[in-house]
C-alpha cells in the first residue's frame, strides 16, 4: 500500500502543497508580521525550495523510475540540508557568542544567486540570534527543525519503500503468476 502510494501523484502534490504552504507561512511572517529573515532563515527557505522543486519533479511523472528516484534524492539532500541549517541557526539562537554570528548577506552560489533573482524571498535582513518569535515555547529555527527532521525521515522511508517495495511487488506478481 505504501508503495503504491509512494509512487502516486497524490503523494507527490503534498510534498509539493505543504512546501509551498510553509513558503507562504514564512512570506506571512516577513511581509504581515514584520519579521525579517536573516541568512540562516533565507538558506533554510532555499531548502525548501528544493523539497518543493523535488515535489513538482516527482509530481510530472511519479511512475517513470529515474524522474521518482532523482526527485527523492533532491527531497533528502533539501530535507538534510534544511536540517543541518536550522541545527545551526538554533546554535546562534541558543548559544548567542560575538564570536558565533552568521554573516548579514547571503552567499549563494555564482550560478544560482537567489537573493539577486527573487530578492522578495532571499534578502536576509535580520539578525541570526534574535528570537523575534515563539510558539509553545519553541522558536521558529527550533520548529523547522523539526519540520526538517520529519521531511527527512518521509524522505528516507519513501526511498526504503521504493526500495524494498519494488522487490517486494515483483516478488507479488511473480506469486500470482505462479498460482493461475
Not at 533554510?44 to 511519479?62: T, Y
Amino acid at each position: 500500500m505504501l508503495y503504491s502510494f509512494s509512487r502516486s501523484r497524490v503523494a507527490w502534490a503534498l510534498l509539493t502543497l505543504g512546501a509551498t504552504l510553509l513558503l507562504i507561512t514564512a512570506l506571512f511572517f516577513q511581509y504581515v508580521q514584520g519579521y525579517q529573515p536573516c541568512v540562516m532563515c533565507v538558506y533554510q527557505r532555499a531548502a525548501l525550495l528544493g523539497v518543493l522543486l523535488a515535489g513538482l519533479l516527482g509530481w510530472l511523472n511519479p511512475a517513470h523510475l529515474w524522474l521518482r528516484s532523482g526527485a527523492l534524492l533532491l527531497w533528502l539532500a533539501s530535507s538534510v540540508e534544511g536540517l543541518l541549517l536550522a541545527r545551526e541557526h538554533v546554535g546562534y539562537q541558543l548559544n548567542p557568542s560575538p564570536f558565533n554570528v552568521c554573516t548579514s548577506f547571503a552567499e549563494f552560489p555564482t550560478w544560482l544567486p537567489l537573493d539577486r533573482w527573487l530578492p522578495w524571498l532571499f534578502n536576509p535582513t535580520g539578525d541570526c540570534a534574535s528570537i523575534d518569535w515563539s510558539w509553545l515555547g519553541w522558536s521558529m529555527p527550533q520548529w523547522l527543525f523539526g519540520i526538517y527532521a520529519l521531511l527527512t525521515g518521509l524522505a528516507t522511508l519513501f526511498i526504503l519503500i521504493q526500495l524494498t517495495g519494488r522487490h517486494s511487488a515483483k516478488r507479488i506478481r511473480n506469486y500470482t503468476k505462479q498460482i493461475k
